[in-house]
């Protein structure tokens, strides 16, 4: 049972452009929600974070939405650089006191030039 | 600082054969994970340690799955036997105490199975 979900595999889009990368859960005990870029060959690093008591959090041209009603996040990139061209993973934990992080299957951004 | 290190890079072993992935997570980091990446599941979560002590192996696959982790610094993972629907890439991932700190990864292991 996936309890983190990345429904598209893969998105294009234009240099420049906005990147939108979407995220769903069903744990509603999740409350802190982290964003990864992972290159290939490398290990995933990490982008940017959400707290639940938030609905929105940015860090330059990173921005992550929380909407805890529908369960779903997700990752704004305004402007897309070709260098943001990797795979995106999303992932949740909860503050049940045995915390574990659950990643979603990724998406893949390819930012063209 | 040096990260979460990771041995080997890369693997490639027989059908049968015993493989041990080694993990050093980074110092002063009370938890570990282990994670592996397929396309099918993307990160999978394994099993985590928290203070050396694991605290939820229900992701590991099947009994041929074992890991341990025996002081603060060091972590094995193994299978016994191995099989080709192991192949993938194994991440090591550690942090500090508590829900809500950011996780950091090795950077893999290689693992293919013929």
């Known amino acids: 049972d996936q309890q983190v979900k990345q429904n598209s595999p893969s998105l294009s889009v234009q240099e420049g452009r906005i990147s939108i990368l979407n995220c769903d859960y069903t744990?509603?005990?999740?409350?802190?929600f982290l964003w990864y870029k992972k290159y290939p060959a490398e290990g995933p690093t990490f982008l940017i974070s959400?707290?639940?008591?938030?609905d929105k959090n940015e860090d330059g041209r990173f921005t992550v939405f929380l909407n805890k009603s529908a369960k779903h996040l997700s990752l704004h990139i305004v402007p897309s650089q070709p260098g943001d061209s990797a795979v995106y993973f999303c992932a949740a934990t909860g503050a049940s006191g045995t915390y574990k992080y659950i990643f979603g299957t990724g998406t893949r951004l390819k930012v063209l030039a | 600082d040096a990260g979460v290190i990771q041995s080997p890079r890369h693997e490639v072993t027989e059908m049968g054969q015993e493989v041990t992935l080694r993990c050093k997570p980074i110092?002063?980091?009370?938890?570990l994970f282990w994670y592996r990446q397929t396309m099918m599941r993307g990160l999978e979560l394994l099993i985590y340690f928290n203070n050396n002590v694991p605290i939820d192996d229900s992701g590991m696959p099947e009994d041929r799955f074992s890991a341990k982790m025996p002081n603060a610094s060091f972590s094995t993972l193994k299978i016994q036997p191995s099989e080709p629907r192991d192949s993938a890439v194994y991440f090591c991932?550690?942090?500090?105490?508590?829900?809500?700190?950011?996780?950091?990864f090795g950077e893999g292991s290689w693992l293919t199975v013929v």
């Open positions: 991932a550690s942090s500090f105490g508590y829900a809500g700190n950011t996780i950091y």
């Open positions: 110092s002063g980091h009370n938890s």
């Open positions: 744990n509603s005990m999740f409350d802190y």
């Open positions: 959400i707290s639940s008591i938030k």
